[in-house]
């Protein structure tokens, strides 16, 4: 048997073991939640990350009735973010989200197109990026870079 060489950490944790800066990044998450455009699926995502130069920035999923040409939140701020600070790495990415008119928080985990941004954007600025993921029973997945959620990952057209 061959196992595969992810060295990646996946922890569940309750919120309090986190950071200050990492908990303000889940509540930033949560605030932009609130403003996602989500008609079709009423699933209202929130992402928020932090940039190497300190810059926090955030989106929610905005949705089309054209299903595909919706987009994830996460997928959202990191395309914002190559596009607008591309000197500097997303360290930190918080993911929550909520069915509209709940009060509580939904699991959410990336869906496949988004796993392979947040690889694609590992590769250029090669740096890991930290998820926290909020879940329903209000603890925080902490995923310490994509390789644990996407293994045998495509990144390479040459090998
Ligand atoms: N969605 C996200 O924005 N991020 C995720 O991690 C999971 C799914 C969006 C896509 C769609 O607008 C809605 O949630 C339901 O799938």
């Given at each position: 048997m061959t196992k595969d060489n992810t060295d990646s950490i996946f922890e569940i944790l309750d919120?309090?073991?986190?950071?200050t800066e990492e908990q303000s990044l889940i509540q930033t998450a949560q605030e932009i939640?609130?403003?996602?455009?989500?008609?079709?699926?009423?699933f209202q995502v929130g992402a928020a990350v932090k940039l190497s130069n300190g810059a926090i920035l955030k989106s929610s999923n905005q949705e089309n009735v054209s299903f595909p040409a919706g987009v994830c939140a996460e997928h959202l701020v990191l395309s914002y973010a190559g596009a607008n600070?591309?000197?500097?790495?997303?360290?930190c990415l918080a993911i929550v989200a909520r069915r509209k008119g709940e009060q509580s928080w939904a699991n959410v985990s990336p869906c496949g197109i988004c796993r392979q941004v947040i690889n694609e954007v590992e590769n250029r600025f090669k740096h890991k990026i930290k998820m926290l993921i909020l879940r329903e029973d209000g603890r925080v997945y902490s995923i310490s870079g994509i390789s644990a959620l996407l293994p045998l990952k495509f990144d390479d057209l040459n090998s």
């Open positions: 919120i309090q073991d986190l950071s939640s609130e403003k996602a455009y989500a008609p079709y699926s009423n600070y591309p000197e500097s790495a997303p360290e």
